[in-house]
């Protein structure tokens, strides 16, 4: 998740201009993003604050522009599209238009063109067949509906969402909407989630999902409890979307340093330690949900850490 703190809101980039960043294929399957807002985000020490200044420089070459701007980190609010084998997927829907989130700046009573970004990206709300909510945060479900009428419905008419029954649990009436702490998680959840249900749209999973041949989600938690990842496999190359278990490139040589936005901090350290060793073994593509740039990054482990290089 990706809260205003403070008043943060001011300093924020214009949005972007562009809609979609060139993306990759991966075996038979079209991989790109399309970008909802991105820019200089903010200061570094806010976004991971138990990394050591150094390690921001020490990277600084392949932070530069993409990551690391003006000493603030850049962020990409955006949903990764995957085309293939007669199947449109969504991975993540952003924070939607029309939104009451007092608590973020950002994400509050936002109006944007993102269904029109999508739309020049060659993708209508009808082709979708499939969205993968990768966790239940403003920023990753936000487009699972639209307004009509005065009430929220689903987007994409024809398409399942798969949705983390852990996170449906605890952020959900179920859990008093993670126990009540932040209005802004019942209103997304009313707004982003109910209406998937009461659409009939909506498939809970829980541990691992197979959704085909190429696509397996797997539990990551520690984000929050049900946090996932989506792994791609097609025609011997692999891709690994993580949602916001990475929040920045400096994170992979420290995993140990977490975001401030993660609600179990042990839990995720251990789930993207588990992750960097998988893709640094099988040369998986690394795909988090916010990075800028092209997106993603490959992972290699050098004496015993992991090290990075932007794809």
């Given amino acids: 998740m990706l809260p205003i703190v403070g ?71 955006q949903t990764w599209v995957l085309r293939g084998g007669g199947r449109t997927v969504l991975v993540d829907t952003g924070v939607g238009n029309g939104r009451e989130r007092p608590g973020n700046q950002l994400f509050h009573q936002r109006q944007g063109d993102f269904l029109e970004r999508l739309e020049r990206a060659g993708v209508r709300p009808e082709d979708v067949d499939l969205v993968v909510n990768t966790h239940i945060h403003g920023d990753h479900v936000g487009w699972n509906t639209h307004e009509v009428g005065g009430g929220w419905v689903p987007t ?21 909407y993670a126990g009540g702490a932040r209005p802004d998680d019942r209103l997304m959840y009313e707004d982003s989630i109910a209406p998937v249900h009461r659409s009939g749209q909506a498939v809970l999973w ?81 795909i988090p949900a916010h990075f800028g740039g092209s997106g993603a990054v490959r992972v290699a482990k050098k004496d015993g850490a992991f090290v990075f290089r932007n794809a």
Wanted: proline share 10%.
């Fill in 7 to 77: 008043d943060m809101a001011d300093d924020m980039a214009e949005e972007s201009a562009e809609g979609r960043v060139p993306g990759f294929v991966i075996g038979d399957i079209e991989v790109f993003p399309v970008v909802e807002w991105a820019g200089p985000y903010v200061p570094l020490d806010t976004l991971v604050p138990d990394l050591p200044p150094q390690a921001w420089r020490q990277d600084e070459d392949q932070l530069v522009p993409d990551h690391l701007q003006g000493g603030r980190a850049v962020v990409a609010l």
């Fill in 156 to 176: 994409f008419p024809d398409a399942r969402y798969l949705i983390p029954g852990a996170d449906d649990r605890h952020f959900g009436p179920e859990g008093g």
């Fill in 206 to 286: 829980d541990g691992t999902h197979r959704i085909d041949d190429h696509l397996l989600l797997e539990a990551a938690p520690g984000h929050t409890p049900g946090s996932s990842v989506l792994r791609l496999r097609s025609r011997g190359e692999r891709a690994v979307f993580v949602g916001d278990l990475l929040h920045s490139p400096v994170q992979i040589p420290h995993p140990e340093c977490g975001s401030r936005f993660c609600l179990d901090p042990r839990q995720a350290e251990l789930s993207r330690e588990r992750v960097l060793e998988r893709a640094a073994d099988e040369r998986e593509l690394v």
